[in-house]
T-cell receptor, first 113, second 116 residues
Framework: GDSVTQMEGPVTLSEEAFLTINCTYTATGYPSLFWYVQYPGEGLQLLLKATKADDKGSNKGFEATYRKETTSFHLEKGSVQVSDSAVYFC????????????FGSGTRLQVQP | GAGVSQSPSNKVTEKGKDVELRCDPI?????LYWYRQSLGQGLEFLIYFQGNSAPDKSGLPSDRFSAERTGGSVSTLTIQRTQQEDSAVYLCASSPARTGAPVEQYFGPGTRLTVT
């Protein structure tokens, strides 16, 4: 079945550091890929998405590129802020049928001032 | 506009009791999902409703779990004879109907269930 693997956390960075959170996936067909974020005390929010190979999703300074050849969707940000501290989930969804999300285990990011 | 709402926000119950969790999706969204977020299993899909079609129950972990959606809107997830391993945060999400690539799922704040 489909699965998503993302790097273990927590990831601790200083403000303005470069962020990479690795995500790889296994799926049949050509899924859509997502990054969701969960800020402390809040619900899951969509951060960005990509629906086909070589698409780049971007939002709030975060970017991720759908790499079919490496089955990856790594999340990057050039300069993190304290307000980026949250748990980040990589996820995939098929493009037909129920389109339920398959999530990775989540990576906690802590940004220190 | 109003987002997805869930109630109660927290529920503590004794082992063996039944519980009902409620989800109000965004108005007009025809797709509704239940997920479970637990320490041991991460985020996992439970059940999917699309309009008036029969639900996809393939993610329900046991026959103690059931869900219904009345009038294509509000959904209730019922857990019978709760066990300690049912302790988790239960998340509801809704999405507008679309063909082709999936669109965003909007998540509610969740119900934290603790079984003592």
């Amino acid at each position: 079945g489909d699965s998503v693997t993302q790097m273990e956390g927590p990831v601790t960075l200083s403000e303005e550091a470069f962020l990479t959170i690795n995500c790889t996936y296994t799926a049949t067909g050509y899924p859509s890929l997502f990054w969701y974020v969960q800020y402390p005390g809040e619900g899951l929010q969509l951060l960005l998405k990509a629906t086909k190979a070589d698409d780049k999703g971007s939002n709030k300074g975060f970017e991720a590129t759908y790499r079919k050849e490496t089955t990856s969707f790594h999340l990057e940000k050039g300069s993190v802020q304290v307000s980026d501290s949250a748990v980040y989930f990589c996820a995939l969804s098929g493009n037909t049928g129920r389109r339920a999300l398959t999530f990775g285990s989540g990576t906690r990011l802590q940004v220190q001032p | 506009g109003a987002g997805v709402s869930q109630s109660p926000s927290n529920k503590v119950t004794e082992k063996g009791k039944d519980v009902e969790l409620r989800c109000d999706p965004i108005s007009g969204h025809t797709a509704l999902y239940w997920y479970r977020q637990s320490l041991g299993q991460g985020l996992e899909f439970l059940i999917y409703f699309q309009g008036n079609s029969a639900p996809d129950k393939s993610g329900l972990p046991s026959d103690r779990f059931s869900a219904e959606r009345t009038g294509g809107s509000v959904s209730t997830l019922t857990i019978q004879r709760t066990q300690q391993e049912d302790s988790a945060v239960y998340l509801c999400a809704s999405s507008p109907a679309r063909t082709g690539a999936p669109v965003e799922q909007y998540f509610g704040p969740g119900t934290r269930l603790t079984v003592t």
